[in-house]
T-cell receptor
Framework: DVKVTQSSRYLVKRTGEKVFLECVQDMDHENMFWYRQDPGLGLRLIYFSYDVKMKEKGDIPEGYSVSREKKERFSLILESASTNQTSMYLC????????????FGPGTRLTVT | QKEVEQNSGPLSVPEGAIASLNCTYSDRGSQSFFWYRQYSGKSPELIMSIYSNGDKEDGRFTAQLNKASQYVSLLIRDSQPSDSATYLCAVKRSGGGADGLTFGKGTHLIIQP
């Protein structure tokens, strides 16, 4: 079974703090993704990575950065957390062609106060 | 921006009946399509992927794809109360290579005992 784990299920941070969300997958997948999910807006892609040290912006990268130093680990960084970044953050991983099936971690519910 | 449209529901179906979930997408170049199930408070779980026109069956689930009409559907036969969840349609962006998925906002399905 594909296993994607995320460092925290729930996180509460203060405005202005630097926040690290970590994701680890054990299936040797090339591709990893960060999404956020908000009521009424659905799942939106923040960043993705197709190889170690490679990253691409998704649809809503503003206020975020990412790091992928090892193939199995993909981190999302909120440089200076703001209240509008309160959300559910979901990490996913996938193989490359032909499948592209993405498997999600359990999610981190982040609250910024 | 490429879009994926789903009826938000709720869609109410009697236990044992067939549930039919529909999805349309705007990116004519898309080649990979996915259905996810999401229980309240949980992360999305992959149910099926489909890449070719026609039907694909897996147990009680059948995915249908019509690229000419830009239409994907999911049928759930012999619906069970445990099928009550939000179902997300997802489309891989065209252009090849690794890329994120564009998700619909989901259809809330209720199976009535």
């Amino acid at each position: 079974d594909v296993k994607v784990t995320q460092s925290s299920r729930y996180l509460v941070k203060r405005t202005g703090e630097k926040v690290f969300l970590e994701c680890v997958q054990d299936m040797d997948h090339e591709n990893m993704f960060w999404y956020r999910q908000d009521p009424g807006l659905g799942l939106r892609l923040i960043y993705f990575s197709y190889d170690v040290k490679m990253k691409e912006k998704g649809d809503i990268p503003e206020g975020y950065s990412v790091s992928r130093e090892k193939k199995e680990r993909f981190s999302l960084i909120l440089e200076s957390a703001s209240t509008n970044q309160t959300s559910m953050y979901l990490c996913a991983s996938s193989e490359t062609s032909p499948s592209y099936e993405q498997y999600f971690g359990p999610g981190t519910r982040l609250t910024v106060t | 921006q490429k879009e994926v449209e789903q009826n938000s529901g709720p869609l109410s179906v009697p236990e044992g009946a067939i549930a039919s979930l529909n999805c349309t997408y705007s990116d004519r170049g898309s080649q990979s399509f996915f259905w996810y199930r999401q229980y309240s408070g949980k992360s999305p779980e992959l149910i099926m992927s489909i890449y070719s026109n026609g039907d694909k069956e897996d147990g009680r689930f059948t995915a249908q794809l019509n690229k000419a009409s830009q239409y994907v559907s999911l049928l759930i036969r012999d619906s069970q109360p445990s099928d009550s969840a939000t179902y997300l349609c997802a489309v891989k962006r065209s252009g090849g290579g690794a890329d994120g998925l564009t998700f619909g906002k989901g259809t809330h399905l209720i199976i009535q005992p």
